[in-house]
C-alpha cells in the first residue's frame, strides 16, 4: 500500500477511536511513516480531513452500489448496504464536517451526491416492493445509520461497537412493513440533513 493510502486508512483508524483532532504525529506513527512523509503528502490536518471524508464517502456509495448488485430482494439490498455501511464507520465523519472542513469542496459534493442518490435508489426500491414503511424517507436512515454507528466518547465505552451490527438490526426490523407504529414527526429528507 502506498503511503498516501497507509496514512489516509490510519487517520481514520484514528478519527474513529479519537475524534477528528487526534495529534497527526499519531496518525503517522499508526500508518508507519515519518511526520516528513505525512506532511508532504497532507500538508495540514484540513488537506488530510478532506481526504478521509472523500475516502469513506466513497467507499460508502460503492457498498450501497455492491448490495444493489447483489439482493434481488430490495429490502434485503438496503440492509445489506446498512451493514456494510456501518463497517465503513460513516458516523465518525459527523465531527469532521465541521471546523477548518471545506464542506462545500466539489469533490465533496460530488461524491455525496453519489452516496445519496445510492442511498434514494435503496430506500425508494424498497418502498415500491411494499417491503419498507412508506412514512419513512431516505435522511431517516442516514440519521439513524450515523447515530448508530458513531463512536461513543470517553474510554469507559470501548468495545461497545460490538453491539452497533445488533442495534442496526433493531433499527431495520422497525423499518420493515407491517409498520408497527406511527412514527412522531415527518420524515428526514435529504434537504432537511443539508440545512442541517
Do not use: K, W
Amino acid at each position: 500500500m502506498r503511503n498516501r493510502e497507509r496514512i489516509i486508512a490510519a487517520a481514520r483508524e484514528l478519527f474513529v477511536e479519537f475524534g477528528p483532532d487526534v495529534a497527526l504525529d499519531d496518525v503517522a506513527r499508526r500508518a508507519g511513516v515519518g511526520n516528513a512523509t505525512l506532511y508532504r503528502n497532507f500538508p495540514d490536518r484540513a488537506a488530510l480531513t478532506h481526504e478521509v471524508v472523500l475516502a469513506v464517502t466513497s467507499r460508502t456509495t460503492l457498498r450501497a452500489e455492491e448490495a444493489e448488485a447483489a439482493e434481488a430482494d430490495p429490502f434485503a439490498a438496503l440492509s445489506r448496504f446498512v451493514h456494510a455501511a456501518a463497517d465503513e464507520r460513516i458516523g465518525a465523519l459527523c465531527p469532521m464536517l465541521s471546523g477548518v472542513f471545506d464542506r462545500d469542496h466539489p469533490d465533496l459534493l460530488a461524491e455525496r451526491g453519489r452516496l445519496e442518490g445510492a442511498v434514494e435508489g435503496l430506500v425508494a426500491r424498497a418502498q415500491s416492493a411494499g417491503r419498507l414503511r412508506t412514512d419513512i424517507a431516505v435522511g431517516d436512515v442516514l440519521v439513524a445509520l450515523s447515530q448508530l454507528t458513531r463512536p461513543l466518547p470517553g474510554i469507559a465505552c470501548q468495545g461497545i461497537d460490538r453491539f452497533t451490527h445488533r442495534h442496526l438490526q433493531l433499527f431495520l426490523d422497525g423499518l420493515e412493513t407491517p409498520a408497527r407504529s406511527e412514527l412522531p414527526g415527518s420524515a428526514a429528507t435529504l434537504e432537511d440533513l443539508r440545512r442541517s
